[in-house]
């Protein structure tokens, strides 16, 4: 019932926001009537999405209609975005397991390290890799990986340049939760019993800090959402937010936020369920 | 405080090289007008010429030069003070807004602020630079497509653009010290002092704000973090600031070129030589915001670690506060039994002429706790 609350309110929020931006579109009209305008037309747009239409070039006659075609898009966009995620928890739990092996002294500065790391403009990952890429083409004239996307849709270059901050902060976060995990006395009794390290850290540690994590992960999956903008205009993919940028409409952005947005609500909610139930805390909100 | 800040080596190194590049970048304006240097065409002895613009980095250092043979190093030094003031202006502005608008609303309206509160959620799923692209897009780039020229003066659009992107920021700004300070207030000491009678300003000032002080330093610096980002981002969805003039390159194609050397319109303007074989002309910017960004957020972990130092000195001199006057009772107490043990009085009379304050002291501070 919260949920559901929670739900259409943000629907409704973004919908504001939407009217908002939609009184500067021609010019800065500035009232509550235009404001309301803007309000009315964005619902109908919504309520009847096949109208929806779209010209592919700047000033031509032609239109199209924005579905069925956007999902080509909204595919390729969401995949980014969950594969993405998949790979930076994956990456981030091996290293995690790996630090652990290490000295306490070499973990400390890791996590001091991370913390600057984890301010990198995304611009300067994406730009890094890209030049590397190129130049290596250059030097040996092997091209790993497509860098600039298209029609094709590249996968493997984007996909890693989009995992890194990601994994950083969730590498963080982990060390942090794991770090006062072992300080509790599950893990002296465990360690007591004779279990072996990577045994207490698979099976006792990880359970009790992957509460922590998934509490994390929404503040995560924001950032990789504002991330996916720079992505999607620099290696030039043609995704959801490619498409939203260059057929720039107040109409057809919020229905691609709409878009991104119910699924993660989803998922967000169902993760929630299952780990309130597994765990038995309440997570905040 | 200050001291453990000074000592912090982390943050030393980024609030002095954020603030040497703005004083160094205002400074060129005041004493050498902008001037930024032309490089010339090498030639060797015979006069062939050796080397044309634009150099790398390697041959022209620090920067190199662009396109049309500017020196880099002079060209982002100049454009610091715009980049990074304007960050620091619009940072303020969010912030006192966002402080403003976060704490009265939680001291004085908590049950509106809690309606109020999940119709700001749209700003967390709304990318802030796609929002900021969708405002600005229209008034600073698509009137010019239109009839090529600008409905609106460069000081119009310059206001605008600043009031969008502080607007854009509040909301979540503002939910934030809301939280902490929702935080706060479920602590004891609140209690008490809600108990006493101390109205919500004077909690505000006496009880809130030195727990809230360092939080709101860091709140502001990473807002500063943040301005910066979305300033980058806007300038490769080439948003340049105030807008931009269309111009013809040496090339003869129509460009944006940024009105002044601001670092994010930089970017937008070179972004197409990203994989030419002179991509150091957009690198170089983008570089100097990612410096500028760890330096901020060198800045922020300094003072997290200095602050966390500060209060564990704090509590080390209260408990041995605590221990010395509990020493003090002890010895009080070791006499007066000594001495009516003995039956000896002269000791206590001794005591009480020696520590007569002492006991005073003692007594008043066992009835204030």
Redesign the interface.
């Known amino acids: 019932m919260r949920t559901g ?2 739900f259409v ?6 919908l ?2 939407g009217s ?2 939609g009184m ?5 009209e500035m009232s509550l009537k235009e404001f309301w305008n803007q309000f009315v037309q964005l619902i109908r747009a919504i309520l009847n999405p096949g109208e929806l239409t779209y010209e592919p070039l ?1 000033g031509s006659t032609t239109v199209y209609p924005v579905f069925p075609g956007i999902f080509e898009y909204y595919g390729y966009s969401l995949f980014i975005l969950v594969a993405g995620f998949c790979i930076a928890l994956i990456g981030s739990l091996g290293l995690t397991y790996i630090t652990f092996f290490l000295p306490y002294r070499l973990r400390k500065m890791f996590i ?1 390290v991370t ?2 790391l ?4 995304d ?2 990952i994406i ?1 890094m890799f ?2 590397a890429i ?1 130049s290596l083409y250059k030097e040996t004239g092997l091209l790993i990986f497509e ?2 996307g298209g029609f094709e849709r590249p996968v493997v270059l984007p996909l890693i340049t989009y995992a890194v901050l990601p994994a950083i902060l969730l590498y963080r976060v982990m060390l942090l939760t794991f770090e006062d995990e072992l300080a509790s006395p599950y893990v002296e009794l465990a360690s007591g019993k004779g279990l072996s390290k990577s045994r207490i850290l698979w099976k006792h540690v990880l359970r009790n800090a992957l509460f922590t994590v998934v509490n994390h992960s929404r503040t995560i999956i ?1 950032l990789m ?2 991330n ?3 992505l999607e ?2 290696f030039n993919l043609y995704g959801l ?1 490619w498409f ?2 260059n057929n ?1 409409r ?1 109409e057809i ?1 919020i229905i691609g ?1 709409l878009m ?2 119910v699924p ?1 609500f989803l998922i967000e909610a169902c993760s929630r369920f299952f780990i309130q139930r597994i765990t038995g805390k309440e997570l905040a909100d | 405080m200050g001291k453990a800040l000074i000592k912090n080596a982390q943050f030393m190194i980024g609030s002095t090289f954020f603030f040497s590049v703005l004083a160094a970048s205002f400074f060129y304006t005041i004493f050498f007008q902008d001037h930024i240097p032309v490089a010339e065409l090498t030639y060797d002895q015979n006069g062939d010429i050796l080397a044309r613009p634009p150099y790398s980095p390697v041959e022209h250092p620090p920067f190199g030069t662009d396109n049309v043979s500017q020196d880099l190093f002079f060209l982002l030094l100049v454009g610091a003070k715009y980049t990074l003031g304007i960050a620091l202006v619009i940072a303020l502005a969010r912030f006192v807004l966002s402080f403003l608008l976060g704490v009265g609303m939680q001291l004085y309206a908590a049950p509106i602020l809690k309606k109020v509160k999940p119709l700001l959620e749209g700003f967390f799923y709304f990318p802030a630079p796609l929002l900021a692209y969708l405002i600005l897009s229209y008034v600073l780039m698509r009137d010019l497509f239109m009839d090529s020229d600008f409905s609106t003066t460069f000081t119009e659009r310059m206001v605008f653009e600043v009031i969008v992107l502080i607007m854009i920021g509040v909301p979540i700004t503002m939910t934030t010290i809301a939280r902490e300070v929702e935080l706060l207030q479920e602590k004891e000491f609140i209690t008490s002092a809600k108990v006493l009678g101390g109205s919500r300003f004077h909690m505000l000032m006496k009880h809130l704000m030195p727990y809230f002080k360092p939080q709101l330093f860091i709140i502001f610096i990473r807002e500063i973090i943040l301005v910066l980002l979305l300033l980058a981002h806007l300038g490769i969805l080439n948003i340049l600031f105030g807008g931009a003039a269309i111009e013809e390159d040496i090339f003869g194609n129509s460009v944006f070129v940024s009105l002044s050397n601001e670092w994010s319109g930089l970017i937008g303007n070179n972004l197409k030589f990203l994989f030419t074989t002179y991509y150091w002309i957009p690198l170089v910017p983008i570089i100097c915001f990612t410096v500028t960004i760890l330096a901020l957020k060198m800045m922020v972990q300094g003072f997290q670690e200095a602050s966390a130092h500060a209060s564990k000195k704090g509590m080390v001199v209260r408990k041995e506060k605590k221990s010395l006057e509990e020493y003090d009772q002890k010895k009080i107490d070791d006499r007066s039994f000594k001495a009516r043990k003995k039956g000896d009085f002269s000791l206590v009379r001794e005591f009480k002429m020696e520590d007569v304050d002492e006991v005073k002291g003692v007594h008043i501070w066992n009835k204030n706790n």
């Open positions: 609350m929670k309110s943000i629907i409704v929020s973004i504001l926001i908002f931006a500067f579109q021609n010019g800065i700047f001091r913390g600057i984890e301010a990198i403009p611009l300067f730009v890209q030049i190129v860098v600039v924001v959402l504002s996916l903008v720079m205009i620099l937010v939203m940028v720039l107040v952005v936020i991104i947005f993660l």
